[in-house]
């Protein structure tokens, strides 16, 4: 960590790829040594950065923040990087889906991540169309 300093795009992508069981270890060890707190912030950002579109950098950030400790500033991103990969309609068709456990993996995430951060609220709109699903269900 002393040796990249504050750039954490550098420690990155030394150890590159992400998903390797050693390195992985080895960036979940620097992430909680990452000093002020900005700096910690700055790579999860670039961690989320890198994801591939499947999650899986969330769940990394994730795992840095509850070994380091929750931080309302990267629990935010991560929220706001699932929602840019999942999207309101992807999700509402996940809840929606005739399997079970694909409903309940669905669940089991919006409980984890916090996504969405506010269902009911009117600008977000998930409940409302999941409300308006259900009505046309019912009239069948």
């Not at 889906?97 to 694909?102: A, F, I, M, R, V």
């Amino acid at each position: 960590v002393r040796l990249y300093g504050y750039d954490v795009g550098q420690l990155l992508s030394t150890l590159q790829p992400l998903h390797s069981r050693w390195k992985l270890e080895v960036l979940l060890f620097a992430g909680c040594l990452l000093q002020p707190e900005t700096v910690f912030e700055d790579f999860c950002r670039a961690v989320l950065q890198s994801d591939d579109g499947t999650g899986a950098c969330c769940e990394m950030v994730r795992d840095f923040s509850k070994e380091r400790g929750e931080s309302t500033e990267v629990a935010q991103l991560v929220r706001n990087k699932l929602q840019e990969i999942r999207g309101t309609k992807a999700l509402i068709a996940g809840l929606c889906h005739p399997s079970l456990e694909l409903r309940s993996r669905i669940l089991s995430e919006m409980d984890t991540f916090g996504m969405p951060h506010d269902p009911f609220s009117e600008t977000d709109g998930t409940v409302e169309e999941l409300k308006t699903i259900a009505q046309r269900h019912d009239a069948k």
